[in-house]
């Protein structure tokens, strides 16, 4: 069964330092997004990509993160510089298409935790 | 605005029944979906509504009430294995999912 891909798994890191998130969605997907979840919360929505283009990228703080999709295949998610208040979990998902929905057609990655000292 | 409410914490005792309720206000509502996470795991799709009604999948059952903004997912038969998170989400009519911060379950023997 086709996954999202995302890399690393863990990743503790020192403030002010730099830090990157790849993930790979399932092949074919137009639609990437990436997620901050931290815990105890809801996933919150960092930035939408319908292929190559960013759809929505209203919650990311762009003095600090920012996030492509070049390609618009695989997605890197970048932090510079980290701050203590980024630990939390970094979801990737994709999903085949956008405009019309089916229900359970979004798929999640395992998620990149961060820590940040 | 959108809003989407649900209990922070449920405790329910292995064999029995659960009910765990969400509430959303909306703009515009293109489904109402159901997530199951468990500690440290990402969150895995468990049910979707988009009419009102009863979806039932196995142990699993989910209602909606559009003109209530008012949703359920309910859980037969407990196991120790449901001890988990679980994340009511609608899709605006971006086809952005709205996320509630979760409920957890916890399950005792």
């Known amino acids: 069964e086709a996954e999202v891909a995302q890399s690393p798994r863990y990743k503790i890191t020192e403030k002010s330092q730099a830090v990157a998130f790849w993930c790979d969605p399932i092949?074919?997907?137009?639609?990437l997004y990436w997620y901050r979840q931290i815990l105890g919360q809801g996933p919150e929505l960092l930035v939408q990509?319908?292929?190559?283009?960013?759809?929505?990228d209203s919650q990311l703080p762009k003095d600090r993160f920012s996030a492509e999709r070049l390609k618009g295949v695989d997605s890197t998610l970048k932090i510079q510089p980290a701050e203590l208040g980024d630990s939390a979990m970094y979801l990737c998902a994709s999903s085949p298409r956008d405009g019309y929905f089916s229900g359970n057609t979004i798929y999640f990655g395992e998620g990149s935790w961060l820590t940040v000292v | 605005g959108q809003n989407i409410d649900q209990p922070t914490e449920m405790t329910a005792t292995e064999g029995a029944i659960v009910q765990i309720n969400c509430t959303y206000q909306?703009?515009?509502?293109?489904?109402l979906f159901w997530y199951q996470q468990h500690a440290g795991e990402a969150p895995t799709f468990l049910s979707y509504?988009?009419l009102d009604g009863l979806e039932e999948k196995g142990r699993f059952s989910s209602f909606l009430s559009r003109s209530k903004g008012y949703s359920y997912l309910l859980l037969k038969e407990l196991q120790m294995k449901d001890s988990a998170s679980y994340l009511c989400?609608?899709?605006?009519?971006?086809?952005?999912?709205?996320w509630g911060a979760g409920t957890k379950l916890i399950i005792k023997p």
């Open positions: 990509f319908q292929d190559e283009s960013v759809v929505d």
């Open positions: 509504n988009v």
């Open positions: 909306t703009s515009g509502f293109n489904g």
């Open positions: 092949s074919g997907h137009a639609t």
């Open positions: 989400a609608h899709m605006d009519s971006n086809y952005q999912l709205i």
